[in-house]
Antibody
């Protein structure tokens, strides 16, 4: 059963940091594919956040998080990460990791999704 | 940024009826468009990619069409489990999503 399981969400204060993880059920499930983070604010639509190439050499970020979020991966642990810093109220959302269709960061379709981890930024 | 506009915002139909959902792009995305279904409390699920290709395991009643700026998702005969929110997403440039169409039971 191919699965993505996110963890690390929680309630934090504005200006602080948090690291999300997304673990795949098998190393082969993600090691050849780009991985993405997509978020959904409460009652709102979907917003793409970040991508990392299959080997971790390339990343790209939405303007709304550029300079504050960093995505990384450890294929030996079949896990991707999202390090979030300088968190703001409008970062409050469910954060989903999703597997792309190709190894590369460009032009993604989101083929598999995890169940998401909630992040609440509030004072 | 390419803006995707979905219509209608809400569609109320009965099981067995045909559903037609629209997605319009602010500039051409060729056929680089996907459709996702999201049920309450669940992650989105890929239905259609590259405008007209059904994803693995997706029922044949779901079909997609279009190119350039105008796209359609059609559900030929609604089943009770099809009532959900549907999103389109373009991958011609860095990905963006439409705001969603809620498909309600009439």
């Amino acid at each position: 059963q191919m699965q993505l399981v996110e963890s690390g969400g929680g309630v934090v204060q504005p200006g602080t940091s948090l690291r999300l993880s997304c673990e795949a059920s098998a190393v082969t499930f993600i090691s050849s594919y780009a991985m993405h983070w997509v978020r959904q604010a409460p009652g709102k639509g979907l917003e793409w956040v970040a991508v990392i190439s299959y080997d971790g050499t390339n990343t790209y970020y939405a303007d709304s998080v550029k300079g504050r979020f960093t995505m990384s991966r450890d294929n030996s642990k079949h896990t991707v990460y999202l390090q979030m810093s300088s968190l703001r109220d409008d970062d409050t959302a469910i954060y989903y990791c999703a597997r792309g269709q190709s190894p590369w960061i460009e032009q993604p379709t989101f083929v598999f999704w995890g169940q998401g981890t909630p992040v609440t930024v509030s004072s | 940024e390419i803006v995707l506009t979905q219509s209608p915002a809400t569609l109320s139909l009965s099981p067995g009826e045909r559903a037609t959902l629209s997605c319009r792009a602010s500039q051409s995305v060729s056929t680089f468009l996907a459709w996702y279904q999201q049920k309450p409390g669940q992650a989105p699920r890929l239905l259609i990619y590259d405008a007209s290709n059904r994803a693995t395991g997706i029922a044949a009643r779901f079909s997609g069409s279009g190119s350039g700026t105008d796209f359609t998702l059609t559900i030929s005969s609604l089943e009770p489990e099809d009532f959900a929110i549907y999103y389109c997403q373009q991958r011609s440039t860095w990905p963006t999503f439409g705001q969603g169409t809620r498909l309600d039971i009439k």
